[in-house]
């Protein structure tokens, strides 16, 4: 009876060993429960067992035999549970192993789209951007030809006007006070100031004259010595055009300048009369 005991004790530790590894086992890679007996139900059964031979061993001493071979047989129960549960827990291992590669490999795939997809909105942003560029260039090129289209069809510059104003202003002094003090300072006291009238008068009449008639005969076209009629009284300028002998400076501008020449011509002769009063004082 003592032996049966030790048995029943020594298979106890065995199976609770048993139940421990295959908790161990179960939180690496978990098994169906349904797939492996429970250590209760293996505990029930040989509780039975053992109630039934201590029962049987009361009566007659000759059950021991049969204690025995019951005994016999739970360890090979206990061996062939043994074996399911390591087969069941190797397949389970399996799958386990085979649902995270599976896993790996959709997570491996899913970062290459995403990247894919990255790289390909990049790539759209990158093309967005470069044609907004090309239109905003498109609009630059279009204005700069509309620049210089009203150019070709405008001429007038301003640097051109700033320095034939500067020229007639320049020419005209040459005359006034210029030439008139210069031609005073030769002659007497007392004719000084007939000089300078003289001077002033001339700059006068040959100013009306050139706007009447002198610049339609002298600058418009006509005959081959002198021109038409069409810029009496300077008929028909503006100051949005030139004459075509210069396109860059309105007309009413080279009407100016060149009137400065006309004044200035008639005076020179003066210089005669100057000198030939010098010589008789």
């Known amino acids: 009876m003592q032996e049966l005991q030790r048995q029943l004790a ?6 609770a060993a048993l139940d421990s590894r295959l908790h161990k ?40 035999s049969s204690s025995s071979a019951r005994s016999g047989a739970l360890v090979g129960s206990a061996q062939h549970l043994l074996k399911l549960s390591a087969h069941h827990l190797t397949n389970n291992a399996q799958a386990y192993v085979e649902r995270e590669a ?15 997809v990255d790289a390909l909105a990049t790539r759209v ?77 001339i700059v006068c009449l040959i100013t009306v004259e050139w706007m009447c008639v002198g610049y339609s005969l002298t600058f418009s076209e006509g005959g081959f ?12 300028m503006n100051l949005t055009h030139g004459h075509p002998m210069a396109p860059h400076i309105p007309e009413p501008l080279f009407v100016a300048y060149e009137l400065m020449f006309a004044i200035i011509t008639p005076v020179s002769p003066f210089q005669l009369q100057a000198k030939s009063g010098r010589a008789r004082q």
């Open 10 to 15: 020594q298979r106890d530790a065995l199976i």
């Open 25 to 64: 086992l179960e939180d690496r890679a978990p098994l169906h429960a349904s797939s492996i007996p429970s250590l209760s139900q293996v505990k029930f059964a040989e509780r039975s067992s053992s109630s039934s031979s201590s029962s049987s061993s009361s009566s007659s001493s000759s059950s021991s």
């Open 102 to 116: 599976v896993s790996t490999l959709a997570q491996t795939r899913q970062t290459e789209t995403t990247s894919t």
């Open 125 to 201: 942003l990158s093309l967005e951007s470069l044609s907004v560029a090309t239109e905003a260039y498109r609009k630059n090129i279009s204005a700069e030809l509309l620049r210089i289209e009203a150019k070709v069809q405008d001429p007038i510059h301003a640097g051109d006007i700033a320095w034939m104003m500067t020229s007639t202003a320049l020419v005209l002094m040459m005359t006034i006070p210029g030439l008139a003090l210069f031609y005073g300072g030769m002659v007497r006291v007392t004719n000084v100031l007939s000089t300078l009238m003289q001077c002033f008068s």
């Open 225 to 236: 010595v002198y021109g038409d009629y069409k810029r009496f009284w300077l008929v028909g």
